[in-house]
């Protein structure tokens, strides 16, 4: 069953237990574009990347297609605007479950510590407990022993934010929020932390069901 929810007001998500009107994905970006000031819509091949999570198993973003894709970065042992990103995540996550989307929608979240792997997974865990983040479709992802220091950095930067360190455990750096379609292409970022949850979850939702999309990603199964 498809979930719409036009961009209109929060409490239209409180009521998703029921199906509302349907709008098209070029519907949605268009009225966003007007109500938005912190979304960038562009639609370009995602980069990949290969990572591992808490246990340390594999995750690439191949691997991800079929779901949207909801992506950020942070730097774990920031202390200021990366804990405000993620109690913006955490309330995106529960407004797009609540939606009845946790199926089809993945949330990643990448940190660009250069520190060890062990300490740096150890706090990525306390940050899923802290701000009640729900493990079944969020995955936090870091690098091997065996990879270079700096490799989630130079992730971060094949998506345009550079994450700079500044000295005594401090990155400098901006805070976006990316979309990536079921097809594994760049479709959305939201741009700091002023922009309106409703609006990121309308997209999602509307990618989620753009016919389009599916069709992409079900003739990429068959090649």
Request: charge should be positive; hydrophobic fraction near 40%; charged fraction near 20%.
């Amino acid at each position: 069953m498809k979930r719409w929810f036009p961009i209109a007001a929060l409490p239209i998500l409180a009521a998703a237990a029921s199906p509302v009107a349907a709008h098209a994905l070029k519907d949605v970006e268009s009225a966003l574009h007007g109500q938005e000031r912190y979304a960038q819509f562009v639609d370009t091949k995602a980069p990949d990347f290969q990572l591992t999570d808490f246990a340390g198993n594999p995750v690439n973003l191949t691997g991800l297609k079929g779901r949207v894709v909801v992506l950020n970065f942070i730097y774990s042992r920031c202390t200021d605007v990366c804990p405000l990103h993620m109690v913006r995540i955490a309330k995106l996550q529960s407004m797009v479950n609540t939606a009845g989307m946790q199926n089809q929608v993945q949330f990643v979240t990448i940190a660009t510590d250069e520190e060890d792997v062990k300490s740096t997974r150890q706090i990525m865990a306390g940050y899923a407990k802290s701000y009640g983040l729900d493990t079944r479709n969020w995955r936090f992802l870091y690098r091997t022993s065996a990879q270079p220091a700096g490799t989630t950095r130079q992730v971060a930067e094949a998506y345009g934010l550079k994450f700079t360190p500044a000295g005594k455990g401090v990155q400098m750096h901006g805070v976006v929020t990316h979309v990536i379609d079921q097809t594994g292409r760049l479709r959305a970022r939201f741009h700091g932390l002023k922009f309106e949850p409703v609006h990121l979850v309308s997209y999602v939702n509307a990618l989620a069901n753009d016919d389009h999309s599916k069709q992409t990603q079900e003739r990429l199964k068959g090649s």
